[in-house]
């Protein structure tokens, strides 16, 4: 069964960072493309950023570039999402998705999410 | 970035209608996938590639479309299937629409 498990969310001020990991099982995780994918509160979902599966290629919206990065560790089946100088507008539920390439990007599992609060 | 209008934002259909979600891009895109997200919960991958439907999704369910114009059509929809869809679309950078919110009556 796959499973992906986020955690490191939490309240944290305007400009500060914050750091995600996600813990993937029951696939061959060095197999797959990941993706961060958020949803702020009653909103819809953005994708947040890409990682190919060897990690060699990283892909990001313009709305977080420069300041989030996006790795993973394949020997430890996880995968990060370093966030630094949030905004209050970064505030969501980040989800850990599996991407599959099948006619372009698809994700066919997520995460339960982890929330993220940006607030003073 | 292609930017992805869904349509209609609400809708309410009774069991047994025949229900139809468009999701139209700003440009001209190859494929669309879709998404069903019940409150409280992830979201579930429901259809591939335009018309693929994911593992374990009703055959109720189907995806049609090409170029700017796609569409999730539910034949006989049932109350299990009230929930927000979501098109995106299958380029980067990626982008999805602001969701169909479907209610039964």
């Known amino acids: 069964e796959v499973q992906l498990v986020e955690t490191g969310g939490g309240l944290v001020q305007p400009g500060r960072s914050l750091k995600l990991s996600c813990v993937a099982s029951g696939f061959t995780f060095n197999n797959y493309w990941m993706s961060w994918t958020r949803q702020a509160p009653g909103k819809g979902l953005e994708w947040v950023a890409s990682?190919?599966?060897?990690?060699?290629?990283?892909y990001y919206p313009d709305s977080v570039k420069g300041r989030f990065t996006i790795s993973r560790d394949n020997a430890q089946n996880t995968l990060y999402l370093q966030m630094n100088s949030l905004r209050s507008e970064d505030t969501a539920t980040y989800y850990c998705?599996?991407?599959?390439?099948?006619?372009?990007?698809?994700?066919?599992?997520w995460g339960q999410g982890v929330m993220v609060t940006v607030s003073s | 970035e292609i930017v992805l209008t869904q349509s209609p934002t609400t809708m309410a259909a009774s069991p047994g209608e025949k229900v139809t979600i468009t999701c139209h891009a700003s440009?001209?895109?190859?494929?669309m996938h879709w998404y069903q997200q019940k409150p409280g919960a992830s979201p579930k991958p429901w259809i591939y590639?335009?018309?693929t439907l994911a593992s374990g999704v009703p055959d109720r369910f189907s995806g049609s479309g090409s170029g700017t114009s796609y569409s999730l059509t539910i034949n006989n929809v049932e109350a299990e299937d009230a929930a927000t869809y979501y098109c995106q679309q299958w380029n980067y950078p990626l982008t999805f629409g602001s969701g169909t919110k479907l209610e039964i009556k």
């Open positions: 590639a335009t018309s």
């Open positions: 440009s001209s895109v190859s494929y």
């Open positions: 998705t599996r991407a599959r390439i099948i006619r372009g990007t698809f994700f066919d599992y």
């Open positions: 990682i190919t599966n060897s990690g060699g290629s990283t």
